[in-house]
């Protein structure tokens, strides 16, 4: 389904203005996810793990904050833009010493999974990470440090009552690692009601400690990635809908999506005070390389990567990536939609968060209630 014109136009009014104190309708936001949402956790989680963090090197950071944060792309994330538009401060990693944590904190980590790495090691998927930071991770990360914002269990749900949280993107990593263990995508399919079990059963938690305003993200369409489609390249012309896209790896992320949306109106009717959000990640992206145009996506090229190496129509070399000695970005990255390879340019963020605040790519969307 395309997005009409006036939708797209919105972000320059919904970005020009900003909430003061007395009308703002959070207080702090708490994140949760992987890649789409860290703010620079992995980087310090990983120094002295990895010898070498991409994320930590430029050209990341490169279109807004000029020098690489730990964020997986040019610049800011969906998350930045809304603190941003909240008037809030962009929220802080949780691993990141002397910030202030009353007006949110972000417990995602690129790489982070739904499922615990104990799951996957038990079904003989050993090529997960070493360090966990899934989703039960996280939730601890965030019950150990609750304790120092609000120490009773009343004082607690007031201040959550007017926080923001984002829970995921999670899901995504769960399945590649499914795939690049050598699972056929119909296997690859069968962990997606435990994925959604898990991210419903956390979502929950946050519900009973007092979390009135939940958004939860659904799957980009993997398919269309320059990743997927470097290392999944198929001969088969039919293994391609109309945009270039591997259609059959798009098919993971859809089921997974309706799964969620279900999960969301289970909890809906579980918790009817609460307002619980699906937020969309496959609907923009599929818009982005409908009409690239309309987006400002006019570099010509809508499945390149706008950082890596390798050339081709893609631009992705698994060896050399974004980040690494030698490995550049194109000039302008507003004009791509991709950053990466994987992950999308501040560009594509900026309008996927007008879209989840205002927008049609929320449901409902974050801000409506609030004039």
């Known amino acids: 389904m395309e997005l009409l014109l006036p ?3 919105i972000f320059i009014s919904c970005f020009s203005h900003a909430y003061s104190t007395k009308d703002q309708p959070y207080n702090a936001i708490f994140s949760f996810g992987n890649s789409f949402a860290d703010t620079g956790n992995f980087i310090t989680l990983m120094r002295g793990v990895l010898p070498y963090v991409v994320f930590e090197h430029p050209p990341y950071g490169m279109t807004y904050f000029g020098q690489p944060t730990g964020r997986a792309s040019d610049g800011r994330l969906v998350i930045d833009f809304i603190a941003q538009n909240l008037s809030l401060p962009l929220v802080p990693p949780y691993f990141s010493e002397g910030q202030d944590f009353h007006k949110g904190v ?3 980590v690129v ?3 739904a499922l615990s790495l104990d799951y996957f090691r038990q079904r003989n998927i050993t090529n997960v990470p070493e360090t966990d ?3 039960s991770a996280q939730l601890g990360w965030f019950n150990q440090f609750k304790t120092s914002l609000c120490k009773k269990t009343d004082s607690c749900k007031n201040y959550f009552r007017k926080s923001l949280f984002i829970f995921g993107e999670f899901g995504g990593n769960d399945y590649i690692f499914v795939l690049s263990a050598g699972k ?4 690859v399919k069968s962990y997606v009601p435990v994925v959604i079990n898990t991210i419903k059963s956390a979502a929950e938690s946050l519900l009973k400690q007092g979390a009135t305003n939940i958004v939860l993200p659904g799957n980009i369409p993997t398919g269309c990635t320059p990743i997927f489609l470097t290392l999944y390249a198929s001969t088969n012309k039919l293994d391609y809908d109309h945009l270039g896209c591997l259609k059959y790896y798009n098919t993971i992320a859809l089921y997974h999506n309706i799964k969620l949306k279900e999960a969301v109106v289970q909890l809906r009717f579980k918790y009817p005070k609460a307002k619980i ?7 923009p992206y599929i818009n982005f390389l409908q009409n690239p145009d309309q987006f400002g996506f006019a570099n010509g090229e809508p499945l390149r990567a706008c950082c890596g190496s390798g050339g081709g ?3 992705y070399n698994l060896v050399a990536t974004c980040g690494q000695p030698g490995v550049s970005a194109c000039l302008n990255p507003s004009t791509s939609i991709n950053w990466d390879g994987i992950h999308l340019t501040e560009a594509a963020y900026r309008i996927i968060a007008t879209g989840w605040l205002k927008g049609s790519y929320a449901h409902p969307p974050i801000l409506s209630g609030y004039n």
Request: hydrophobic share 35%; net charge negative.
């Open 7 to 9: 939708c797209f136009l």
């Open 313 to 315: 129509p893609y631009n």
């Open 133 to 135: 930071t899934s989703i």
């Open 111 to 113: 790489g982070a999974t």
């Open 277 to 283: 959000i699906y937020a969309d990640y496959y609907e």
């Open 184 to 187: 056929s995508i119909r296997e």
């Open 106 to 108: 972000n417990f995602a």
